[in-house]
């Protein structure tokens, strides 16, 4: 994509909606035409494209030649010439008959909203599954949109005038690009498997795996490194994060878990995506809980949250217990922060609420927390346990695992009240007097 100049056209705007708010005295309403819009634009910034017109339409169904009918085309092709633009970008997808047509008016190149998100994600992928997804979803995407004169040229159908040396180029084309992606999808696979082999590797010694998701620039990789120390990119533009990252953590409870930082959603997420990189969504549906990163400074929290939802429901893992962090309470105004810290509680359906600010710090304790409370496996049962000084590798691992509550001395035994995981106090069974 040239980054010399382009414009986005918004053919069918959302009507704005009204929607419960986590804010008292304040609502978050769906996207409206100008929210729209203003997310488009990011989206282009982060794909290095720089904006040199905008045009908006408001029309109540699209034109199925063209989208959004032959005076608006007009009118943009006057733009573009103008302004000297290399590219028209759609906030809408284009049919391939719309994109043909439109690339036939217009004089210069022609993408839609599917197209761009992907090539943000070509100049993001680093790792070698990264790359491979993103050109699986690329060339699927294409090969229903390879232009030409249909059967018209077909050397292979048959009849009167198809009578030639052979495929034609376009043929050829197909051809190659179905070959390409059965070996991509080969080649994930692979990588499929390999995930597994490790999943199941960590699954031999019980640490849960707590998937970090959310609507694009919500501030997950910024809470990932908050919360872990990591270094991982954090950055205002789109899909920062392509490839999931694990680190390890340690919670209040002493329990470890591995945290992921996965991949961001947006709204009206290409499906080809969703299904392209599944084998890195994996990571979602294997948690054992999720963290739904929100902004609470956005003005249409509600609707990125619905669109979260709808990709999670897409990945069967809405049924799983979701902590709900709002995040980016440093942006708020004082008034409203106060009034959203006063308000946070547990939710329905096994979620719960903590607001935070992953940049400052203010709320971390308070999430890990929630991890704590949220997690089934491997359960915090208490006890007490009495264990001979002698026994220096017992002692050691109940300091470094479990909380000690009180510590008594009795002779040359130690007498323990502790809590913590479930697996490791049944380790000290020989060591237990009695549960609390």
Not at 164 to 179: A, K, S, Y
Not at 213 to 218: E, I
Not at 349 to 369: F, Q, R
């Amino acid at each position: 994509m040239c980054p010399d100049a382009a414009f986005p056209v918004e053919p069918t705007p959302q009507a704005a909606r009204s929607q419960g708010s986590a804010i008292p005295g304040r609502k978050f309403v769906g996207l409206d035409a100008g929210e729209s819009l203003a997310e488009f634009r990011e989206l282009l910034l982060s794909a290095g494209g720089q904006v040199a017109a905008e045009l908006l339409q408001r029309h109540v169904r699209p034109d199925p030649a063209t989208l959004i009918g032959s005076g608006k085309v007009e009118e943009v092709a006057a733009v573009a010439a103008s302004t000297n633009a290399d590219l028209v970008l759609f906030d809408h997808d284009l049919s391939p008959t719309q994109l043909r047509n439109l690339e036939a008016a217009l004089p210069c190149r022609v993408l839609d909203r599917t197209q761009l998100i992907l090539d943000i994600f070509a100049r993001h992928a680093r790792t070698r599954e990264g790359q491979l997804q993103v050109e699986l979803a690329q060339l699927e995407y294409m090969l229903p949109r390879l232009t030409g004169r249909g059967k018209a040229m077909s050397q292979l159908g048959g009849g009167i005038g198809t009578r030639g040396p052979g495929e034609t180029q376009l043929e050829t084309d197909r051809r190659r690009i179905q070959h390409r992606i059965d070996q991509l999808k080969r080649d994930l696979e692979a990588v499929r498997r390999v995930r597994r082999q490790q999943r199941q590797r960590r699954e031999a010694v019980p640490v849960p795996t707590v998937a970090i998701v959310g609507y694009t620039n919500a501030g997950k990789s910024t809470l990932f490194n908050a919360v872990t120390g990591a270094e991982v990119l954090s950055s205002a533009r789109m899909f920062a994060t392509l490839d999931p990252k694990l680190r390890a953590i340690e919670l209040p409870s002493r329990r470890r878990v591995l945290l992921s930082d996965t991949v961001g959603f947006i709204r009206n997420l290409p499906h080809t995506l969703v299904t392209s990189f599944r084998a890195t969504l994996e990571e979602v549906a294997q948690a054992e809980v999720l963290i739904h990163v929100r902004d609470a400074a956005s003005t249409y929290g509600e609707e990125q949250k619905i669109q979260v939802e709808k990709v999670l429901g897409e990945l069967e893992s809405l049924s799983k217990p979701r902590i709900e962090v709002l995040n980016k309470i440093d942006l708020l105004p004082e008034d409203e922060r106060v009034a959203l810290l006063s308000r946070t509680k547990a939710g329905p359906k096994g979620e719960s609420a903590v607001t935070l600010s992953a940049l400052t710090g203010e709320g971390i304790p308070a999430l890990l927390a929630a991890i704590d409370a949220a997690l089934r496996s491997d359960p915090i049962v208490e006890a007490e346990l009495r264990v001979p000084q002698h026994e220096g590798a017992a002692l050691a691992a109940i300091e470094a695992g479990m909380i000690v509550h009180s510590r008594e001395y009795e002779g040359n035994l130690v007498r323990l009240t502790v809590s913590g995981p479930a697996s490791l106090v049944g380790r000290m069974r020989r060591f237990r007097q009695r549960d609390s």
